[in-house]
């Protein structure tokens, strides 16, 4: 999968999660005010997009969109 089609889908899946309009590049999800259960639920939305597991302790390193990016490309190979 191109990586822009890969962010562009999960920034869908974190917009909708957090009910936003747009969702920049680089700015940190607490600065979009994400907190850890919506965090919670992005992970599980994109778990359930891509059919991949994402273990508990990875989920401090989502802190934006780019590392959801890097942490999905990683767990698809």
Do not use: C, H, N, W
Request: charged share 35%; no cysteine; net charge negative.
């Amino acid at each position: 999968m191109a990586t822009e089609e890969l962010k562009e889908t999960l920034r869908e899946i974190v917009a909708e999660v957090a009910e936003l309009d747009e969702v920049p590049d680089g700015t940190p999800f607490k600065d979009l005010g994400i907190d850890s259960m919506m965090a919670i639920e992005i992970v599980a939305d994109v778990e359930r997009t891509y059919k991949i597991k994402i273990p508990e302790e990875d989920l401090e390193q989502i802190t934006d969109l780019e590392s959801v990016v890097s942490l999905v490309q990683s767990k698809l190979g």
